[in-house]
């Protein structure tokens, strides 16, 4: 083993790796660092042969250092430089001893990856397996670039000094730092992540989006027995998708471990333009690497072709609005499906395979996305849903005004306008034939609980093959005329039966609440109607002022009769004791009322007449007056 003066070895002659010769070199320093640091005091010269002839800086810059530091008092807060170099160390020891621990394959892949890729390049060009081994490691514990460790150990000791000042301490007047102006902070100004932290923020813009922008959230991760056997498409045309990229691939393994990053949900969000799919795949390190697949956008021409084959048949479109892509259609005189080699994946990893597992993962997932919606497809070639559809609404709007048009108009049938106008004998209707001698008997309807009263369903059925009949043979319905509350009452007078039963009851109050009235009310005009049909209901409701004549020749003939003088009032005339009433209907008859004496609570009694002696003949002779 040969090594340079300075104690390093040489990494072209021992074959060791450009990491380990790194940190070997990394730890030398620190110690010649730590003992220069004890041995001197704060004005000494700081001694040059304790540094590494190699380090990264030169001696004079080093010297610089040191004389920067001795005019330092004991008692300033150490700078931002002296704590970034002392919390660099502490981070370096730390991860000296944790990458001491990880396995040899982990730190070959880590140094492989700082080394731009060279191993990769090497394996690739020779076809050895060394990709195999960097991809089988790539999820092991590895350590982080220097570049990560020394801008978490600058955030470190930037936050050390900061608590260290007091709060309410500004700079001091007249210093650089009072009269520069507070600058905003930048992204390179913000603190890093830590290489060690969780998994970074996602980086896609959905708010940038448009019709011919469309970013999409990350697929969460499959479950853990998700394998290779399980396809990550579902439709023909995700899986023709997934076709063409395992078809241009040039090794499978890269594949097979893209396809595990798919699974695992390490591909953020995905956007996707005409011709572009960007996303970031989170890899082995901790910043994650930007993936493109590019494919062709169509030309007009092309466009041109395919819209006019979708729009030859209606059902192209009506799969489209159904998210789904006819294989017809697709796969006609424009393909919109890539082929083998179509796919131009493109990454910033080291990785110089094609694809890489980063562009295959996000491979992957697009054909999870055109899965669920087709359009991403015709994105990708150039134009957007909204774009499509317009278009195939034109061009189908044109293709039926064509097809009218081609149509020759079809004669239209009808009749000339002098025969229609001539006048011709009209044949006479045919006689009616003759109506049934009377209604026939309704069904009987059984009873059933909670159900309608039987013998209630039974009475208005007969009601209405009554009413059917009387029209069929008169032509007249009488019960037409009637408002609700002479139906009402019609109906409730045509019940059978004496007395007011627990039916009855039940009848009575139903017609009363349709009608807003009572169930005394009910009754009373009951049996008016029961007197008189409608003029005893409107005898009952309605007095009127008669002419003279028959009202005035009513009292001598009551006085005639041995009667006491009847106190007239309006169309009535009632006895003095106050129980009996005679009443004048418009069609010239008494109709005779009782009550109790004093009461005024006059219901129709008897027959009504024409003469009033006779109307009061059914209620027995009165009591004569004294």
């Known amino acids: 083993m040969s090594g340079e003066p300075n104690g390093r070895e040489t990494p072209g002659t021992s074959g060791e790796r450009p990491a380990d010769v790194?940190?070997?070199?990394?730890r030398a320093a620190r110690a010649a660092s730590d003992e220069a640091s004890a041995q001197g005091a704060p004005g000494d010269q700081e001694p040059t042969a304790a540094r590494p002839t190699a380090r990264s800086r030169s001696g004079a810059s080093g010297t610089a250092r040191a004389a920067a530091h001795s005019r330092s008092g004991p008692g300033d807060a150490p700078r931002p430089g002296d704590a970034a170099r002392a919390a660099l160390r502490r981070a370096v020891d730390q991860q000296a001893r944790t990458a001491g621990a990880a396995s040899g394959e982990g730190e070959a892949e880590t140094a492989a990856d700082e080394a731009a890729g060279t191993g990769a390049r090497k394996e690739a060009a020779?076809?050895?397996?060394?990709?195999a081994a960097t991809g089988t490691h790539e999820e092991a514990a590895t350590a982080p670039r220097p570049a990560d460790v020394a801008r978490e150990a600058l955030r470190v000791a930037r936050q050390e000094r900061a608590d260290a000042e007091p709060k309410d301490a500004g700079p001091a007047p007249g210093t650089k730092a009072a009269r520069r102006p507070a600058r905003r902070p930048t992204p390179s100004t913000l603190p890093a992540e830590s290489p060690l932290g969780d998994a970074p923020r996602p980086m896609a813009a959905p708010h940038r989006d448009g019709e011919l922008r469309r970013t999409f959230p990350a697929f969460p991760p499959l479950p853990s027995r998700a394998s290779d056997d399980v396809p990550?498409?579902?439709t023909w045309w995700g899986h023709a998708w997934v076709t063409a990229l395992e078809e241009g691939a040039l090794d499978a393994k890269r594949l097979a471990r893209g396809r595990g990053y798919a699974q695992g949900g390490r591909v953020d969000a995905i956007t996707v333009t005409p011709g572009l799919v960007l996303a970031y795949v989170r890899g082995s390190r901790p910043r994650p690497?930007?993936?493109q697949v590019r494919l062709r956008t169509l030309g007009d021409a092309e466009w041109d072709r395919f819209l006019d084959a979708a729009a030859e048949r209606p059902g192209n479109i009506a799969a489209l609005l159904d998210k789904e892509m006819p294989q017809a259609l697709a796969e006609g005189d424009v393909p919109l499906l890539p082929g083998p080699g179509d796919?131009?994946?493109r990454c910033n990893c080291p990785d110089s395979g094609h694809p890489c597992k980063h562009a295959a993962a996000l491979c992957y997932q697009t054909a999870r996305l055109l899965d669920a919606d087709p359009f991403v497809l015709l994105l990708l070639r150039g134009r957007g849903e909204r774009e499509v559809l317009d278009a195939l609404s034109r061009r189908n709007a044109a293709r039926a005004a064509r097809a009218a048009q081609r149509r020759e108009p079809e004669p239209l049938p009808g009749v000339r306008a002098t025969d229609a106008l001539t006048p011709r004998p009209l044949p006479r209707p045919p006689a009616p034939l003759p109506g049934p001698p009377h209604p026939e008997q309704p069904p009987v309807y059984p009873a059933a609980p909670g159900g309608p009263d039987p013998f209630t369903l039974d009475q208005l059925a007969t009601d209405a093959a009554a009413r059917a009949h009387a029209l069929l043979v008169t032509g007249h319905d009488p019960v037409a005329e009637l408002t609700l509350w002479q139906d009402a009452v019609r109906l409730a007078a045509t019940r059978p039966g004496a007395g007011l039963t627990a039916t009855t009851r039940a009848l009575y109050s139903a017609l009363a609440a349709a009608c807003g009235r009572t169930p005394a009310e009910l009754a009373r005009a009951v049996a008016a109607w029961r007197q008189?049909?409608?003029?005893?209901?409107?005898?009952?409701?309605?007095?009127?002022?008669?002419?003279a004549g028959r009202f005035d020749r009513a009292r001598p003939l009551l006085l005639a009769a041995d009667l006491p003088a009847f106190r007239p009032w309006r169309n009535r005339l009632t006895h003095p004791r106050g129980h009996v009433q005679l009443r004048l209907g418009r069609e010239g008859l008494w109709y005779a009322y009782e009550s109790e004496p004093g009461a005024d609570d006059w219901w129709p009694r008897g027959t009504p007449d024409a003469d009033p002696v006779g109307a009061l003949t059914g209620l027995g002779t009165p009591a004569p007056g004294p």
């Open 126 to 131: 020779t076809g050895t397996d060394g990709e």
């Open 289 to 291: 690497y930007r993936v």
């Open 532 to 547: 008189g049909g409608p003029e005893g209901l409107a005898v009952l409701e309605e007095p009127w002022d008669p002419p």
């Open 232 to 234: 990550l498409a579902e």
């Open 343 to 345: 796919l131009d994946p």
């Open 22 to 26: 790194a940190r070997r070199a990394l």
